[in-house]
């Protein structure tokens, strides 16, 4: 049973680019939810798609866009790369919207310079 | 406003003493309340999670934590600790009177564990 998987692992871009990251969900999933996780820092949410709409988003720009596909992965997409952006994006997935149990991928790690 | 605090940046213990990694939350409504571990290089793995019922938790890896709801705390032990445990905590809630099903979390305590 394969567990939450993100693609790729490691990714390095220059300020004012753009990202995708992928995610796929542990097998009978069908929530999809990204956080970001700045260095020294807790993940923070930055949203959820269910049902391959947008559900709930946390405090972030509109640069940070995503997509759920009907196989349940997903994609999170950054326009205009800043600094700032630097961090471990993290996938979790749950079975439903109202799961109290996600399950973390391993993370990208983005390097923006 | 939704806050967890880890108080301590870094926990240090023997081999084989017991340990314990403090968390404390506010949230406007009841609590759900999760501990979470992060080795290097590896996602977050779920340890436990407190809903409702009896306070003491049981977990993965011989991990409990005590709900104290009087004192709004959520504290992660283990009576003996092991090398292997030395890693990345995290405690994290979720507001069950919140439509918003995010996960909030503390900004991390590393546990260090010496043989």
């Known amino acids: 049973d394969a567990g939450v998987t993100q693609s790729p692992t490691h990714l390095i871009k220059t300020r004012g680019q753009q990202v995708t990251l992928r995610c796929s969900p542990k097998?009978?999933?069908?929530?999809v939810s990204w956080y970001q996780q700045a260095l020294g820092q807790g993940p923070q949410f930055i949203f959820q798609y269910y049902e391959e709409e947008e559900r709930q988003r946390g405090n972030f720009p509109d640069r940070f866009s995503g997509h759920q596909f009907p196989n349940y992965s997903s994609e999170l997409n950054v326009n205009a790369l800043l600094l700032g952006d630097s961090a471990l994006y993290l996938c979790a997935s749950s079975l439903g919207q109202r799961s109290y149990e996600q399950y973390f991928g391993p993370g990208t790690r983005l390097t923006v310079t | 406003a939704q806050s967890v605090a880890q108080p301590e940046d870094q926990v240090n213990v023997a081999e084989g003493n017991p340990l314990t990694v403090k968390c404390t939350y506010s949230v406007s409504g009841n609590p759900y309340l999760f501990w979470y571990v992060q080795y290097p290089n590896r996602g977050l793995q779920f340890l436990l999670k407190?809903?409702?019922?009896?306070?003491l938790v049981k977990g993965s890896y011989g991990f409990e934590a005590e709900f104290n709801k009087s004192q709004t705390s959520f504290h992660l032990k283990k009576p003996s600790a092991l090398v292997s445990d030395s890693a990345l905590y995290f405690c994290?809630?979720?507001?069950?009177?919140?439509?918003?099903?995010?996960?909030?979390f503390g900004s991390g305590t590393r546990l260090l564990v010496r043989p």
């Open positions: 994290a809630v979720r507001d069950m009177e919140d439509s918003s099903y995010k996960l909030i």
């Open positions: 097998s009978g999933h069908d929530t």
């Open positions: 407190y809903i409702t019922g009896d306070n």
